[in-house]
């Protein structure tokens, strides 16, 4: 479930990106973009529900995202994800990785999915989405708090942690 709610995540980065328009995805481009996120989910014609909320930080095709009590950290060659109440991590190779995996890949992948995109509000700062999955499932986001700052670097987006004797630690790199 966790996994999933981290997919349909990444859509909304997509999503978002793509109803602030062209300058927005240059703007992400050539920065550092962090924001807040909330999830809801509608099936078959209900009232939406939330599902989750969260932060991510997006530069080049490495990201940080926080949200239903993960860390997921990729440089955009690995990937980390870890679980601090069961005291988890799982570090992946990233293979195959979309724009559903990888909030960096939206910036150049958006015009791909924008017949299935319904922009509910927008400002500078914030935006609101909804997004048909399917016939009967939509799902809507709503982005708070967007920032651009100039480009940092990639450490912060390390996948190597150290971790206690406590921590179990799942390494699935060849």
């Known amino acids: ?15 978002g990106m793509y109803a602030q328009g062209l300058g927005l995805l240059d703007k992400a481009r050539d920065n550092r973009t962090s924001f807040n996120y909330t999830y809801s989910l509608s099936r078959d014609g209900e009232p939406f529900k939330d599902i989750t909320s969260g932060k991510v930080t997006v530069e080049d095709n490495a990201y940080y995202m926080e949200g239903l009590g993960l860390e997921v950290t990729s440089d955009g060659n690995s990937r980390l994800s870890i679980d601090s109440e069961a005291h988890e991590a799982v570090i992946e190779k990233v293979e195959k990785e979309d724009m559903f995996t990888n909030p960096a890949l939206f910036i150049s992948s958006w015009k791909n999915y924008r017949d299935r995109l319904k922009v509910n509000s927008s400002s500078g700062s914030s935006l609101d989405v909804t997004i048909t999955l399917d016939e009967d499932t939509k799902a809507r986001f709503v982005l708070t708090e967007v920032v651009f700052s100039p480009k940092q670097g990639l450490d912060d987006f390390k996948v190597e942690r150290t971790f206690g004797k406590e921590w179990l630690v799942t390494d699935l790199r060849p």
Do not use: D, E
């Open 1 to 15: 479930m966790k996994r999933a709610v981290a997919v349909i995540f990444s859509m909304l980065v997509a999503f």
